[in-house]
């Protein structure tokens, strides 16, 4: 496609529930980044993916929340059992590789726990 | 760890210039980039340095100083539609990219 995709744009759950956000970055892009954006506030960082390798998931803000990438391409956040506090926008990105200078965002994944 | 400081807000009236500084701690660094975001949307890039010096793009200008760990976006000729947040971010080698808490540009007629 011509930018990054992600769905749903808008996601409303209950407490508790299981949610899966996706992202479908820039064909051929290497990198794949997370973040989330509460109201107001700065970019947190999630998890990166570079090619093959190991995913950096030191941003990942406890064990309810994993991502995995398949195929080098589509990637999936999950988040387990999720909390008020999980309420946020979800934005991935990506990047033909690393230290590019620049990486090209979706418009993110407004989530609503309520 | 990694952390980067800026002014939380700004405001300038239109046709004027401003500066919008970012000092940064990381391991590693590679370089710096500089984001937009209009709210509702999402962050759009604007320029990026991995060398020392400034870079220009049309109004807008970014500089660095690796030494003193240290950047600036420099806004021109302002607009009305330049009212937005801005975000520097950190690459380190690894190709983490982190960013700042942002600066929300406020300009004034």
């Known amino acids: 496609g011509a930018g990054v995709s992600q769905s749903p744009s808008n996601k409303v759950t209950e407490k508790g529930k299981d949610v899966e956000l996706r992202c479908d970055p820039i064909?051929?892009?290497?990198?794949l980044y997370w973040y989330r954006q509460s109201l107001g506030q700065g970019l947190e960082f999630l998890i990166y993916f570079q090619g093959n390798s190991a995913p950096d998931k030191s941003g990942l803000p406890s064990d309810r929340f994993s991502a995995e990438r398949t195929g080098g391409s589509v990637s999936t956040l999950t988040i387990q059992r999720t909390q008020q506090e999980d309420s946020a926008v979800y934005l991935c990105?990506?990047?033909?590789?690393?230290?590019?200078?620049?990486?090209?965002f979706g418009n993110g994944t407004r989530l609503t726990v309520t | 760890g990694q952390s980067l400081e800026q002014p939380s807000e700004v405001t300038a009236v239109e046709g004027a210039i401003v500066q919008i500084n970012c000092t940064y701690q990381t391991s590693g660094f590679y370089g710096l980039s500089w984001y937009q975001q209009h709210d509702g949307g999402a962050p759009t890039f604007l320029s990026y340095n991995a060398l020392d010096g400034l870079e220009e793009t049309g109004r807008f200008s970014s500089f660095l100083s690796r030494s003193d760990s240290y950047g600036y976006l420099l806004l021109q000729e302002l607009q009305m539609k330049d009212s937005a947040s801005y975000f520097c971010?950190?690459?380190?080698?690894?190709?983490?990219?982190?960013f700042g808490q942002g600066t929300e540009l406020s300009v004034k007629p």
């Open positions: 971010a950190v690459y380190n080698q690894g190709g983490k990219l982190i």
């Open positions: 064909s051929g892009h290497t990198a």
């Open positions: 990105a990506s990047s033909p590789g690393t230290a590019t200078g620049s990486v090209h």
